[in-house]
């Protein structure tokens, strides 16, 4: 034999020794390597998913006219999602623009205020209980209650800022009156 003539049989077991460990290596790492490959297009994990109430059922009955069923879904929705404070917003938005009872409202918002912590939430809370008093209680002295109180508990906050506009522009308006 001469040495030109051994080349193809070197090259024949270079490829089916080759194509033995492809195949046994991507028959054990196919998982491991597909994960990576996901991870890489897909980075959230279950651990970062969080479900988002959608209040649908609780939609369609103001939609339909039904806001006590409506108010009673909201609520409903507040047990399986008892870290959801938006809930409050809702039904605060019902008892205020589709029951006409203002202080329903009001006392739906201390309660989701009385919930959290957190200054900024707070913040809108006491910023929908001052628009409430302005607007469909038209009493202004309330509203800058709210405004003060909240003011006074978190002078340090994001939300102060906003809520020192609103104050003045409230203390302005009962002024010019």
């Not at 008892?95 to 918002?109: G, I, N, T």
């Amino acid at each position: 034999m001469d040495d030109n003539s051994i080349i193809p049989f070197i090259f024949m077991g270079i490829l089916i020794f080759g194509g033995i460990t492809a195949g046994i290596i991507s028959y054990f790492a196919r998982s491991w390597i597909a994960d990576k490959f996901v991870n890489l297009l897909w980075s959230d994990s279950d651990d970062n998913y969080r479900v988002e109430p959608q209040y649908s059922i609780a939609k369609a009955r103001i939609a339909a006219g039904r806001f006590e069923d409506a108010i009673q879904e909201f609520r409903n929705a507040m047990s399986l999602y008892p870290d959801d404070l938006n809930v409050h917003f809702y039904i605060a938005d019902v008892f205020v623009r589709h029951l006409k009872q203002p202080l329903d409202a009001l006392a739906e918002l201390d309660a989701g205020q009385r919930r959290t912590r957190d200054p900024e939430k707070m913040a809108q809370f006491a910023l929908c209980r001052a628009e409430i008093h302005l607007e469909n209680r038209h009493d202004p002295g309330n509203a800058m209650l709210e405004l003060e109180t909240y003011l006074s508990q978190h002078p340090r906050a994001e939300a102060a800022v906003r809520l020192n506009k609103m104050l003045r522009e409230v203390r302005e308006a009962s002024e010019s009156q």
